[in-house]
């Protein structure tokens, strides 16, 4: 049986602002990451016996990690739209709200909606290209939303709808 896996469909290509910069940077400070387990890997090998040598191995494992993310971000960085501006409808949902929710249950829930890059769930910042976010959009305030997980629906009502920073 092979290990065949289809690939990933192309995630959104929108990012707000202040994650393309932090992007931008994370891709100058890899290659600075990048130089010194360059120079830790060199001396790793010049120790001699490289097959049994825990160093070379670990390091060569990091500098291929390090090479992935950067290949990774020179393809993505081009391709991002920064989205800066607020959209002119600022009733509905759409990219970079900020979007209080009231749960079935009573509980108020506040999200984010960014690009996928950007996902951070400890702050309560979605991808837009979640189930959720994507429930959400062009809704407005008092509109009820209802998401399927699994075998339950759990419904939701709008009750603010905000696109400060």
Not at 22 to 28: F, R
Not at 85 to 94: A, G, L, T, V
Not at 96 to 101: F, I, Q, S, Y
Not at 115 to 120: I, Q, R, V
């Amino acid at each position: 049986m092979g290990r065949y896996r289809p690939p990933q469909p192309e995630s959104s290509l929108y990012i707000t602002r202040a994650g393309y910069e932090c992007l931008q940077q994370e891709h100058s400070d890899i290659w600075k990451r990048r130089a010194g387990v360059t120079k830790a890997l060199s001396a790793a090998a010049a120790e001699g016996d490289r097959s049994e040598n825990a160093e070379y191995i670990y390091r060569k494992k990091e500098l291929r990690e390090i090479d992935r993310r950067i290949r990774y971000l020179q393809k993505r960085l081009p391709k991002l739209n920064v989205v800066s501006e607020p959209p002119s409808d600022r009733k509905r949902i759409f990219f970079g709200a900020r979007v209080t929710l009231e749960g079935d249950d009573g509980e108020e829930v506040t999200y984010r909606i960014v690009g996928p890059d950007e996902l951070n769930p400890g702050k309560g910042w979605i991808s837009m290209d979640s189930p959720m976010a994507r429930a959400l959009m062009k809704k407005t305030l008092d509109d009820e939303v209802t998401l399927r997980l699994g075998e339950r629906e759990v419904g939701y009502v709008v009750l603010e709808i905000r696109y400060s920073e």
